[in-house]
């Protein structure tokens, strides 16, 4: 069944082979073994089980936590002549039961549906009557109590679920999962361990950076300056900071949306729309955005304040870059961060247990921001994950540390302080106490008489909050948890303080766009021809090809079906929907840039090939145009001129509208060249893939743009 896996994955995705993890994880779904993946975002999780789902008989059920999420996937499989559907509260109650009324009937392959669903008896007495493939948890880490997105009701349906005898196989799938929210879902779902499938968490196209000290709005004012044709999502931490923000970039002219739970569901639901068609570039949106948003091509995401975990920050800052191509995730930090967190962990309704797992969570967000190791590492490190390396070399703190400070002697200092403290107190008074200051709670707990007092006092507080900061974060200082955490001396601590360890810090600088090493301008062109495809369509643009796609056919410049096919992303079933439309569009590029260097593929690494050498001083079209007219076929000149066929058929074109003569009744009969005149009339401008919907089958874009092009519409 496998083989037959492979065939789907070239045909309907146009990917050559699967991905880590991919593989294992579908041969266990179709043994039939319930299955866990825990593969990082980005990573196909949606192919593992689509591609089972296609397989195996009967309906798959795919239960998501998001109507966002919905809709993306069922807008992606429907354009693939797969049939899906989704269930949620965004429908109408006659669209509900007419769409229920369809599944009884089994008209659809795929049904997405909310965890709240399965509360419905109604609901669950249609699924006990269906022939059922899999039921798949998307966002699984919601079913797991340690997740960091807990949900109660995707806890209750396992239960209701388990009751049922038709459900052959059960698949999680998470991007975020520690090692007991994985053997949490383990036990819900009676996962063996051999059917755990964990690629890693790492993303090598995300590059981390953190930015302190710099005014937050006028830092995004600048970045977004350097980034101006690419989308992205700016995160705040309340709908307040959204507003303001959104105020401030709508006034500078940006195209921006915005997006938190104080707007009304159909102004969220505008919001969203205009982001994923691509029609404004910019979401500033608390974190009630997003979770499932399939958009591909977000090249950054800024967070204007740190979250309250690392789960919660890697799955969100994950959103970019999900079509592999280098996105940037950039946290902005400060200190009034830490108390805005605090303050909503202390206003939740969670017992004191609870509480203090939080307050855990929250100290490793904390250590993340002042780490000056590998930022990916850290987050790797966090999950536990095996494949961690020291460095990744994207990282602002990989990056840019040039500007290296041996600060040996401060660290001993501030140890030592901690030490005559007792390790009864935490990073403020310490840093008030190393600064001598003057403050009531130093004197009332007679720390201004111990040796330490004042041993720093030529550096700021802040200074030396920070300094303390980036010591707990190295681990040459431990914290006990809790919302006031105190700081302890550990064995790295005492290495540091008999001299047998150098205690380094770095700076970091604010990250740039690299320069693109495909053609900027075709890649526009093909993003405007996609977006006007997918209008045209109503689905979003990337459900026709990703960046990622369009950007190799702005590097290789495909001319032909082969070549197209060779292109990741593009598959049997995506070419016979738009390969020769946008053929059409790259051929019409290299026309008016004949000399342009182009990119050749050799075992999936690229160099510079020279463009071709002319024949003659005589134009290039001109040149084909004789060997046309002396009787060659299109056929044999492009082979002869080691051209597509289409740039062919382009040079006769463009030397027709010179005024050079041809035998038209090559390309086209006189009932041919009627009909599309007549199609021509029903449409405001000549556009090819319009054209071609309204004729019959059997015409060609070559016929079609033929009889445009005698006729003088092109």
């Not at 109408?92 to 549906?113: C, G, H, N």
């Not at 994950?318 to 191509?325: I, K, L, T, V």
């Not at 201004?448 to 010591?471: P, V």
Request: proline share 4%; charged share 25%.
């Amino acid at each position: 069944m496998i083989a037959e896996a492979e065939k789907i994955l070239q045909t309907y995705y146009g990917f050559p082979s699967f991905r880590p993890g991919q593989k294992e994880t579908i041969s266990n779904i179709l043994e039939l073994n319930n299955t866990l993946a825990v593969m990082p975002t980005g990573g196909g999780k949606s192919i593992c089980y689509q591609i089972p789902g296609m397989s195996l008989d009967g309906v798959a059920i795919i239960i998501s936590p998001l109507i966002s999420l919905m809709k993306d996937q069922v807008d992606a499989l429907n354009s693939l002549g797969i049939a899906a559907t989704y269930i949620n509260s965004s429908l109408s109650t006659t669209e509900q039961q007419r769409r229920l009324q369809d599944i009884e009937a089994r008209r659809y392959k795929f049904l997405y549906v909310a965890p709240e669903r399965f509360e419905s008896s109604y609901f669950i007495q249609m699924v006990k009557r269906l022939p059922i493939a899999l039921v798949a948890f998307d966002e699984a880490h919601c079913i797991s109590q340690w997740g960091h997105d807990f949900r109660p009701s995707y806890r209750s349906i396992v239960p209701n679920l388990k009751a049922l005898s038709n459900i052959p196989v059960y698949v999680a799938l998470t991007a975020t999962a520690t090692e007991e929210v994985i053997s949490d879902i383990q036990n819900l779902l009676h996962v063996e361990n051999e059917h755990v499938i964990n690629t890693g968490f790492e993303r090598d196209n995300l590059a981390f950076h953190i930015i302190k000290g710099k005014d937050k709005p006028s830092y995004i004012r600048s970045f977004l300056s350097e980034r101006k044709n690419e989308s992205g999502i700016i995160y705040t931490a309340t709908r307040k900071q959204a507003d303001a923000l959104y105020d401030q970039l709508t006034a500078k002219g940006l195209s921006v949306a915005k997006y938190h739970a104080g707007m009304s569901e159909d102004q969220r639901k505008k919001s969203q729309a205009a982001f994923i068609q691509d029609e404004v570039l910019i979401m500033i949106a608390t974190n009630a955005f997003g979770m499932g948003i399939d958009k591909s091509n977000v090249r950054y995401v800024i967070h204007y304040a740190m979250p309250m975990t690392i789960e919660s920050y890697y799955q969100e800052a994950g959103r970019a870059g999900r079509d592999g191509e280098p996105s940037d995730c950039i946290l902005l930090f400060s200190s009034q961060d830490i108390q805005l967190q605090k303050f909503l962990i202390e206003q939740s309704f969670m017992d004191e247990e609870a509480k203090r797992q939080e307050y855990r969570k929250l100290q490793a967000m904390i250590n993340y921001c002042h780490t000056h190791s590998c930022l990916t590492s850290f987050i790797l490190d966090y999950f536990n994950d095996a494949h961690v390396k020291k460095t990744c070399d994207r990282c602002s703190n990989c990056m840019h540390r040039t500007d290296q400070t041996d600060m040996t002697k401060e660290a001993q200092m501030i140890l030592s302080c901690v030490k005559r403290m007792g390790e009864r107190f935490g990073v403020s008074m310490t840093a008030k106490v190393l600064k001598g200051s003057n403050d009531k709670k130093v004197k009332d707990f007679k720390l201004n008489s111990i040796s330490t007092y004042g041993i720093l006092s030529n550096y700021t507080e802040k200074a030396l909050t920070e300094w303390i900061h980036f010591m707990v974060a190295e681990k040459l200082l431990a914290t006990e948890e809790g919302r006031y955490p105190t700081l302890k001396l550990n064995q790295e601590s005492v290495d540091v303080l008999k001299g047998n360890r150098t205690v380094w810090m770095y700076s970091t600088v604010i990250p740039t766009g690299e320069s693109a090493d495909y053609q900027e301008d075709l890649f526009e062109k093909l993003r405007q021809l996609r977006k006007q495809i997918a209008d045209d369509q109503n689905v979003p643009p990337y459900v026709l090809f990703s960046d990622a796609t369009l950007k190799d056919l702005s590097r290789y410049f495909p001319d032909s079906k082969e070549d197209m096919l060779t292109i990741k992303g593009i598959g049997e079933k995506k070419y016979e929907q738009y390969g020769d439309v946008f053929l059409e569009e790259i051929q019409a590029w290299r026309e008016k840039n004949p000399d342009v260097k182009t990119k050749v593929r050799i075992d999936d690494s690229t160099s510079v090939a020279k463009p071709r050498p002319k024949n003659t001083d005589e134009p290039s079209h001109l040149v084909t145009y004789e060997m046309f007219r002396s009787g060659k076929s299109i056929k044999d000149i492009a082979v002869i001129r080691e051209m597509s066929q289409q740039t062919i058929e382009g040079h006769i074109f463009k030397a027709t509208k010179e005024g050079y003569p041809v035998a038209w009744g090559i390309f086209f009969t006189e009932e041919e060249e009627q009909k599309v005149l007549e199609a021509r009339n029903e449409i405001d401008e000549p556009r090819l893939k319009p054209l071609k919907d309204l004729l019959p089958e059997g015409y060609s874009y070559t016929k079609i743009k033929a009889v445009l092009v005698k006729n003088e519409y092109m």
